[in-house]
């Protein structure tokens, strides 16, 4: 199959041609046509498989074909809604990209930075926004975009911005909208909150879905290697240069652990940088600027600030800490064996994660093998010990002391659970400086310890 049969134009056809995209993938090849007639689509789809192109391409392709090019501020036809600055900025490009041969104007807006740039550009007028939805909010209230001529509504990683607690904000943001237009929703997994968003928001939706859900990508060869807790250090510096890793994404489960790491790292040789939502999105753009160019060999992320970070052919992915959320670690290893590329993701587990370990299996469905490396043997009188889980993390949501199954979300058919659940975000997310890096579902900070094992 070719893009050209799915029925794109020659000057989206052109701009694809130069990314070096011969075939759609799986997803663009169901999404195009179905955004094309017009409908409203409930996308299953795993970061990786090409669905910023599924929705993007068609998208641009709409908008050309009743482009409004009169003089005079241009109104807002298309909204795309990412849970995180990075995916934001990762959109925005892709929407640039492929675009680069039509008339319409984009830009893309969030929070963490000067809010002054963004009304001026809004100002101007501009065909499609990207936005995360805290940033959009403040910028509405500031009279800035009017979203009373969208069109077509994408929420891209709908999954995530619900994890996040933007539900409250998504809902301001929808009533804002005319309700004659199109929707497409994007998400990587289906919890009961999404089948309920995805009940209120679409109608008669075309069902598209990739890949399992819940299972990770077959692409990405996965290992598992026992080791004490406080030998991983070592075990990763050896592995890393060990394999002479020059591009390696690190995930630890928190801020502090994150910094940490970074500069054991940098102790031991390894070139590294930190991003997480502590930092500043600067910080935050030039880390991930320089892995990108080889300039740092590791890129150390906690889980919400990796969101939406996309390198090609991104070779290792290493869980220093297994996520206490078992659907994290699919994310996770999501970042490797994008696109055609094969990538390998290395989980370091200590006897405090059997547990996660354990729920990750059951939810992608397969044992992950286990591979003891030599003289990293983990010891066996080493006894399980209660991980205590930063400050911002989710863990269950009942208390701090049991495991972490209440985060685990239902399969596909489960009946959604009732309303008033306790389950939701605060969503006190509209300000800059929450959007798109903070889980908002506790009420209050706090530490929190979660016992596994038997102790
Ligand atoms: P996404 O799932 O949208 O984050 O895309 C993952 C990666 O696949 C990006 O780096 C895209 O540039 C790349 N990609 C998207 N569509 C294609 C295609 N048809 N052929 C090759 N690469 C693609």
Known sequence: ??????GLNADILRAIAEEGYT???????????????????????QTGTGKTAGFTLPLLQKLNASAKTAAGRRPVRALILTPTRELAAQVFESVRTYGKYLPLRSTVVFGGVSINPQ?????????????????????VQQN???LKEVEVLVLDEADRMLDMGFIHDIKKVLALLPKQRQNLLFSATFSNEIKELADKLLNKPTLIEVAR???????????????DRNRKRELLTYLIKQGDWQQVLIFTRTKHGANKLTEQLSTDGIS????HGNKSQGARTKALDDFKRGTIRALVATDIAARGIDIDQLPHVVNYELPNVPEDYVHRIGRTGRAAAEGEAISLVCVDEDKFLRDIEKLIKRDIDKEILAGF????????????????MTIGRNNGGGNNNSTRRPPLGAKPKPKNSGNKGNGNSTSAKTDG????????PQKAVIKIGNK
């Open 23 to 45: 075939t759609p993938t799986p997803i663009q090849a169901q999404a195009i046509p179905a955004v094309l007639q017009g409908g409203d689509i409930l996308a299953g789809a």
């Open 213 to 227: 859900r819940n299972t990770a990508s077959e692409r990405v060869t996965q290992r598992v290697h026992p080791v």
């Open 437 to 444: 890096v903070k889980p908002t579902r506790r009420s209050k």
């Open 377 to 392: 043997e983990p010891d066996p009188t080493i006894k399980a010990e209660p991980i205590v889980l930063g400050r911002s």
């Open 1 to 6: 199959m070719s893009f050209a049969s799915l």
């Open 272 to 275: 590294a940088a930190a991003i």
């Open 119 to 139: 009304m001026m550009k809004l100002r101007g007028g501009v065909d499609i926004l990207v936005a995360t939805p805290g940033r959009l909010l403040d910028l």
């Open 144 to 146: 800035a975009v009017s």
